[in-house]
């Protein structure tokens, strides 16, 4: 999965627990994303990264915050989970210079918030 | 709401068939990616056409682009068992906005 790893694969956690997920590349790409995956509604846009410390808001960010302190790793932390955010998470990078726009996807998460 | 709309939401074929699923946008594009998912997997790139692009080929694929309808088509020729999956079209340079995808099965 052009090195991306995410962590973990799956958790099952109780509402109102903080929960972080993590995700690492070893590509160098300078975006860095974070989607989630729901029956009906595709992938959505939740945050991305355009560099170390660089952050912005995608389509459903309400709940989620992110953080990247290195080029490789990028965060993603639900504060307070509730059961809305039960979902499968996924990770995905790119380098837009030139001709390349492609994204690169990571294995997902799966998060079971009870 | 989702930029790209995909038709049909699901497509079932024999095997050696051609499989054609469709696309559309609401904004202006600078290019129309597609991906492919299978069950569990993450999504996997497979064809970009740019704005200033009509058709594009690549193996089995054939994508159109008509920016003047704001859609695009995906045919996937000679399919095969393994081409079962969901396809999904994805507009964006920078911040990506994906489709609700086609769920393709393909019948040995």
């Not at chain 1, 639900?78 to 001709?99: H, M, R």
């Not at chain 2, 690549?58 to 020729?77: A, C, E, P, Q, Y």
């Not at chain 2, 964006?92 to 609700?100: A, P």
Request: include cysteine; aromatic fraction near 10%.
């Amino acid at each position: 999965d052009a090195g991306i790893t995410q962590s973990p694969r799956h958790k099952v956690t109780e509402t109102g627990t903080p929960v972080t997920l993590r995700c690492h590349q070893t590509e160098n790409h300078r975006y860095m994303y974070w989607y989630r995956q729901d029956p009906g509604h595709g992938l959505r846009l939740i945050h991305y990264s355009y560099g170390v410390k660089d952050t912005d808001k995608g389509e459903v960010s309400d709940g989620y915050s992110v953080s990247r302190s290195k080029t490789e790793d990028f965060l993603l932390t639900l504060e307070s989970a509730t059961s809305s955010q039960t979902s499968v998470y996924f990770c995905a990078i790119s380098d837009p210079k030139g001709e390349g726009y492609e994204q690169f996807f990571g294995p997902g998460t799966r998060l079971t918030v009870l | 709401s989702q930029q790209g709309e995909e038709d049909p939401q699901a497509l079932s074929i024999q095997e050696g068939e051609n499989a054609t699923m469709n696309c559309s946008y609401k904004t202006s594009i600078n290019n129309l990616q597609w991906y492919r998912q299978n069950s569990g997997r993450g999504l996997v790139h497979l064809i970009l056409i740019r704005s200033n692009e009509r058709e594009k080929h690549s193996g089995r694929l054939r994508v159109t682009l008509d920016t003047s309808k704001k859609s695009s088509s995906l045919l996937i020729t000679a399919s095969r068992a393994a081409d079962t999956a969901s396809y999904f079209c994805a507009t964006g340079t920078y911040k990506y906005i994906f489709g609700t995808g086609t769920r393709l099965k393909v019948l040995a």
